[in-house]
Every structure is written in C-alpha cells, then in structure tokens.
C-alpha cells in the first residue's frame, strides 16, 4: 500500500468518523450542552469567589488549630471543671472534633468558624 | 494570656489560582470563549470516549469530568493550550474508567457463571446495563465500516489508540498531539506509523 493510499485510507476514516459525530441523536446532545453549561458556570463562580473554593477547608483547618491552642492552654482541659459540670470551651471543641462532628459542623457555616478562630480568646476560656 | 489563629484569605486566594482575582469583563469574556471551546470538541470527545468504553452513559460521564476539570483547574491557561489539556484529561479519564471496570470484571469473574475479560464475550454485565443507543447513533454504529474500524482501534495499543485518535480522526498536528499524549513528537510519529501499520494489515481494502 503506497503513501497516496494511505493517505485516501485516513480520509476514509475521518469521514466515518466526522459522520458519527454528526449522527448524535437530540439526547445526547442535549446532554453535552448541559454538561457544558455546568463546567462554564463552574468557572464563572470559582473566578467570581476563588476563595470560596478553599473556605471549608481553611475553616476546618482554623477550628482544629483553634482546637490545640485551646487544649494548650492551661486550665482547659477535657474534664468538666469540678465546681460546674460543665465542658470547658476547649472541651467542647476538641470533643467535637474528636467525634467527627467537626467538619459537618464548619461545613454549614464555614464563614462564621472561620471568623470565630480568627478572635483573640481569653486564656482562661471564660468568656 | 491571649492565643490567636487567623488566616489570611488573599493568600488563600492567590495559592488557589497563583493570581488575583479577574475583573467582571474578564470572567465573562473567558466563559464565553471556554463555552465556545467546549462547543467545539465536545461531540468528538464524545465519540472518542464512545469508541474507548463502548457505552455512551459512561462516555457522557467521562466527557463531563474532564470538561469540569478543564474549567476548574485550566480556564486561565490561554486558550490555545485547552485542547490539548482537554484531550489529556479526557484520556485519563477513559484509562481511570477501563482501570475500574477492569477490576470490576475481574471480581466479576471470580463468580461462578459469571463472564471473564474477554472482549467478545457476548453479555458484559455491565454493558448490559446501560448499552441501548438512540435510534440514530444505532444506525450510525451500523455502519459496518465504522464498526470495523472502531474495532480495530480497540485493538491497538494504548498509545497508538490516542496517536491515531488524535491525529488522524481529532485532526490535531504532531505538537498538540504531542502535547495531549504528553510525549515527544518523535514519539507520536512512532505510535501513529504504527497504529496505521497495524490497521492496514487489519482492514486491508475495507477503507477504499
């Protein structure tokens, strides 16, 4: 088979090619328009707030770190004070994070966590 | 005593996209051009995908993750380079989709009355499950040439598969599909000779 044959054999082949593509039925064209439309709005909202992407994340991370400094802190610890019964603030984070709950917790107000690790908080934890 | 954890947002920002954010005029002009772009590939990505996991549900999802991936971690790449990403991302796609169904009929196969990994086999449990076409691409895909040739593209190579998929169906020069397959150029003329060597012998006179 010589070069010129060849070459008519891609032509062939991109013609049955270029033909299937033209023969998509209105379903699943539809389909890719949509999976489109979702990638464009995609990048429009990550270009409009790209920090959005990452606020979650970035407060989750916030609330663990504010977890060990609490933790640090002397007097707050994980025991309920004797006189109150109470959790320690500290306490209270720390154990949420412990049970997991932490993350779905950030993750429903990821601006107010966010905002709440980035105070000054007391040494002593009470308020 | 007072501790302090804060973060600084900007920073967050720029580690997320490396830049600032864009003006308004700026995002809307890049929509528009990614839409057009994604407008322009999208139903031979399709295609292509099609040809690889022989499913048009699985090719769909495929097409559609590499597209949201293109949007979300490429749109600020010039535009020129898109296709090329767009053609990468869309074959790691189908090789990470081939990787998992491959395992899944393995498991499959360990089952008695269960089928094994042979492509002939006549009732994948999966292709059985969403493998209807639409009535036009049925007729499409009856085309016994296309259907020959779809075969024998399934038979080559990894490699080869892309290089001819590329070059020859996409139409995309050596450096894009070199780009693509993110190899040398050298490399694409390898796989493509070879893939076309290896199809000549396969469809012989089916092509004219």
């Known amino acids: 088979m010589n070069g010129e044959r060849w070459t008519e054999n891609e032509r062939r082949a991109r013609e049955l090619f270029d033909a299937s593509v033209e023969g998509l039925d209105a379903e699943t064209r539809s389909r890719l328009n949509r999976a489109r439309q979702a990638a464009v709005a995609e990048v429009e909202r990550a270009r409009r707030s790209p920090w959005r992407t990452w606020l979650p994340a970035a407060a989750a991370a916030s609330v663990a770190l504010l977890a060990v400094v609490l933790w640090r802190m002397p007097g707050n610890g994980v025991e309920p004070t004797a006189q109150s019964g109470d959790p320690s603030p500290a306490a209270e984070v720390v154990e949420m994070l412990a049970n997991g709950e932490g993350f779905d917790v950030v993750n429903d107000d990821p601006e107010f966590y966010t905002w709440l690790a980035a105070q000054e908080l007391p040494a002593n934890g009470a308020g | ?208």
Request: charged share 30%.
């Open chain 2, 1 to 208: 005593m007072t501790a302090s954890v804060s973060l600084d947002f900007a920073t967050l920002a720029r580690l997320a996209d490396g830049e600032p954010a864009w003006a308004e005029e700026d995002v809307l002009e890049s929509a528009t051009t990614l839409d057009r772009f994604l407008a322009s590939v999208e139903r031979r990505a399709f295609r292509i995908a099609q040809m690889a996991v022989r499913d048009r549900d699985d090719a769909l999802d495929i097409v559609q993750g590499a597209m949201l991936r293109l949007a979300r971690n490429y749109a600020r790449r010039p535009s020129d380079e898109w296709k090329p990403l767009f053609y990468r991302i869309l074959y790691n796609g189908i090789r990470d989709f081939q990787r998992r169904r491959s395992v899944r009929s393995r498991i499959f196969g360990l089952l008695p009355g269960q089928w094994g990994d042979d492509e002939d086999a006549p009732a994948d449990p999966f292709e059985q499950v969403a493998g209807d076409l639409p009535e036009p691409s049925r007729q499409l895909m009856a085309d016994e040439a296309m259907q020959t040739l779809e075969a024998a593209v399934r038979q080559l190579p990894e490699r080869q598969q892309q290089a001819f998929t590329l070059r020859c169906l996409e139409g995309m020069d050596v450096a894009e599909t070199a780009a693509a397959m993110g190899c040398s150029e050298g490399s694409v003329k390898t796989h493509y000779f070879r893939a076309l060597q290896t199809l000549r012998e396969k469809l012989g006179e089916v092509w004219s």
